[in-house]
């Protein structure tokens, strides 16, 4: 994790403003940092989302494959998750200087996606048994302004939202044997259902209390943190996986506590993504967004 | 400017993939116009005011943006001379592309014509015509908005130029623009966005100066559909054909019409050996002969036989629906086959479901004369028999009635029971022997082009001379009496001979190939040409060389006193023609004289002479016979095939006496040479380089390629042994009648055409036991003497020199795969000169008989069920005498009369009319005519004139016609008729 030089009097002083609720951004416990977002910028790949809260910017690009499923799992799709630390971020990611960052955020989110219930593997199956997608999500950290979690997990969903598969139909050879068409219009593409897509929440600790989106230097004085992944069915949210970060421990109180307030932000949050996006696709339209912003 | 284009593709491995590409905009594309004033115009003006199209739709200047349905579809049209100042847009000229890459081709060339003023457009790179696909539009659509734009915006753009006040004043009438689809949508759409519109049909008519050019309009959708029953069974949609092909429930293959019967054919298949059977009208589904098509296997139990019948198809004229009689006609012909298959071997038949691939080409024919004055539409009857006729429209059919005419076909609907097609070009009159080579060319594919300039610059310098540098590399054996020896009037003479006696008392024998590949270096236009070529053709007074002239006829030929390059191969044999050593050398050569056969005949019959050349011939003469016995013994085999040779006329080129090609001994001596260098060179190749040397093999035919032969002899009571080539050579000989001389020779042609196709192919691609020439019994075997005429040998001269180090390799001679593409090609080539050849003959022989009538003497090949094949030795010609049947009574013949009536035996292939027997070989009398009551299509009459049957022979009088046969059989013969039943 990035390291955030910080002095005891300033760390009373974070935790101080914790403790009156009242952080030195003017934020409340519950509150985010305000977020940037925008899909559909990277061309080349199938659905793409760049994320900016605050200080943290996170670029995420799903590219397809087709690949055969899992003989455990024969209508199941598959799903891989890569995280880049880019040295742009912090000189500290140079080299092999990230990887264990990378490798805790591609466990957390592996562990959130990992149940049916929380990602539907079946959209992914294309004929069962023989020919499925293959979802690679690459997430590239370009900045470290703290809560990468949450970050990560927001602009992967928004990312899948974004994602378009070209439509595939299957003709029938000989001895079940199946062959591959696909459309030749580009447009003609089917979506990922996004619903149930878990979101990645850091319920962060400090002195007695909990808050959520820690900014870097609130992760300083944070002895553990617990990610809590929310995914959302009927309405109603659901956990669908837990993961503490941090040196520290955790009373059990606390960490109902904690998970509590992860299941309420996860709720609201994924509320309010669902709506952006909604509300962006329709702005843009089904045609390509003109090549403008980020990346042009 | 740029933007992006997506698509997906789908990878080898089954992957999907999206791909991105830019694609850049640019804002300095010109218009091409001259009138245009604010372009940057980076080249010549294409489209100028100089060469306007005149047509009364609009009587404005304008200029033309086509569609590609038009230039896929009219591209006859667009080839003539007419359409000027064209705007080619990129958008068109890509899906052209993509289409069909043969019309591509000729297009492009349109393009490429500078006189032609075709403009491309780069209109998928112009910043206001790139057209960016829409969602929920298909390719198709989004490049008809891309044409229907730039027409917009090339209206727009030169309006706006000649909006000036210069050019008001200049009085000019404003260009525009117009654009021609044959796309209904298309054009209604291009109609509401204020564009200029119409169809390639209508502005061809609307062209004042060019009436003619609607004759070449494609007719893919005729008007008069109306009497639209659907004759023919639909053909399935790709998708299913592909889906049928995977699922094996379908074969592909390529159909192959049958040239005697119009009502069947085959298709062949890798799996069935002889491939399978399709007959009747709708089983052929519409197959054109050479067409990539998918059958559908019958049940065995509907598995037929092929017919024996010859079936021709009858005139019928344009207008007319299928008659019933006709149909009925059919009917029978099926039942026959029907009740024919019962008892015969049946073999696996199908019907087409489907045509995976057209092979439509341009075909020759002429234009059946119709029976109304002054139709539009007519019937196209092409040279090929294997070709239906096709259905054409043509407004200049008096002129073309007695003409050479070739035609293409545009579609085949199902309620139309001919292909629909247009005229192409006029070939020039009937009968004319220019016309007619020039059909007989262009059916072979035989390319008969005038040597392109770039290939004439490859030639050798004139005045050539030999270097000091030359004599340096080479052998110098000018001193030599060498000679050559061809038929008359032969001016390509590429091998030469020599014999002198060694001082050790034995002999050494050269022989001497001129030498091409000197002047023919690989890889340059000349080379490439002449690979193309693969042969010269050689047609009755007519050749069309491979080479150049100057190599064929001057440089190359080893003619008699002059200095030529050589490539010899020199043995040293003993008395007893055993080859001690052999030797390959380049060379310099002076032929001491060039002779016939007749000349080299006289001088060693000729016991006076006693001079050098006399004596190296009667050497050679003797060294020949022993070669050709040793052959012999070893199981070569004599075959005999008909040849005749034409005399024709200087001037006019018809032909104006046959004969039968005579055999010398000289011929046999040349032959035995040739043969022992081939064989020698041919060790030589494949030894040094055995995964790419040019060899010639000649299967050995499978045995049920015999059984006519053998059934055939066995009626006659001989026993044909087809065990070996040894064994059949032995029994051949024996195969002697005394009282029919002729028999030998008969037996000989069955048996050439029991044989399979002598190939070349490459050494590296076959096993060693499979290089085996049947015919010659030679475990190996090369073409090395011919090189003038034959690619192959300049192919093998080529690794010959490179073997011995007198000439250098290159990449491409030592590589298989080139090499047997190559292989490919000559073999096709040298096929179609066969055919082509023989066509000529067949040709001449019309010729000749035109206005004559004469009794000849001739033998009986082949019994036929409907038929007797009959063969003349005089003209070595070959004929259907057609015998009537009891069913077939509405012949419009007149000489049918139900009392003769032909009985065909299976068993033992005899026809028997009353009393009188035709067994194969025997000998008849059959009167030759030239049928030329259709003008259009001669062909020879064979009448029976002995043995005589009454009522059905023609009169041995003097004017024997058809006419007088049909009066009342006498008495005698009812009573014959009346014997023999009881």
Known sequence: MAYVALSEAEKTYILHGVEDDFRCDGRSRRDYRPMDLETGLVSNASGSARLRLANTDILVGVKTEIDVPNPLTPDFGKLEFFVDCSANATPEFEGRGGSDLAQELILSLQNAYESPLAFDYRTLCLIPGQQCWKLYIDILILECGGNLHDAVSLAAKAALFNTKLPRVTATLLDAGITDLIISDNPYDCTRIGIETVPLLVTVCKIGDYCLVDPSAEEEVCSTVSVVVSVSMRNGKAFLSGTHLTGGGAMHRDTMRNCLDLGLAIGEHLDRLLTKMLNLEQERVGPKRPQTIGFLK | MQTLREFTRKTKRGNILKIVREHYLRDDIGCGSELCRECFQNEVYQLTAQHANQSTLFKFPHYLVLDTNVVLDQIDVLEEDVLRNVVVLTTVLNEVKHKSSSIYKRFNEIVHDRTRNFYVFVNEHHKDTYADREPDETANDRNDRAIRLATKWYDDHLQASQSTKEFERSGRAATRVILLTDDAGNRAKAEAEGILVTSAAEYVKSLEDFPLLIDKLSHKTFENEKKGLPQYPPHLSMKELLEGLRQNKLLQGAFQASRENYLEGSVSVEKFEKGILIQGREALNRAVDGDLVAVELLPEAEWSAPSEIVLEEKNVYADEVPSEERAEDEKDMLKQVRAAASSAERTPTGRIVGIVRRKWRQYCGILQPSLIEDTTRHIFVPADRKIPRIRIETRQAAKLQNQRIIVTIDTWPRNSRYPHGHFVRSLGPLGDMATENEVILLEHDVPHCKFSDEVLSFLPQMPWTITEEDYAKRVDLRDLYICSVDPPGCTDIDDALHCRELPNGNLEVGVHIADVSHFIRPGNALDKEAAARGTTVYLVGKRIDMVPELLSSNLC??????????????????????????????????????????????????????????????????????????RMDSGALVLASPEIRFQVDSETHEPLEVEVKQMRETNSMVEEFMLLANITVAEHIATEFSECAVLRRHPRPPPTNFDPLVKAARYQGFQVDIDSGLELSHSLDKCVKADNPYFNTMIRILTTRCMMQAVYFISGSLQKEEFFHYGLAAPIYTHFTSPIRRYSDIMVHRLLAASIGADSTYAQLLERKSNEELC????????????????????????FFRGKEEDEEGYVLFVRKNALQVLIPKYGLEGTLYLKSDKDGKDGLERTKSEIVFTFNEEDYTQRCGDVVFHSFDPVTVRLSLDSSNVQHEKLIFRLVKPYIKGFSVETATDGSDGQAVAAPPPSKKTKKDKKKK
């Open chain 2, 557 to 630: 030929s080893l003619v008699g006193g002059v200095e030529r390059f050589a490539f010899s191969c020199v043995w040293e044999v003993d008395n007893e023609a055993n080859v001690l050593s052999k030797r390959f050398h380049k060379s310099v050569i002076k032929s001491k004289r060039a002779m016939t056969y007749e000349e080299a005949q006289v001088i060693i019959d000729d016991a006076t002479q006693q001079n050098e050349i006399a004596k190296s011939l009667r050497n050679l003469n003797r060294l020949a016979k022993i070669l050709k016995k040793r």
């Open chain 2, 824 to 847: 490919h090609n000559l073999n096709y080539r040298h096929k179609m000169a066969q055919y082509a050849g023989r066509a000529s003959v067949a040709l001449n022989t019309h010729l």
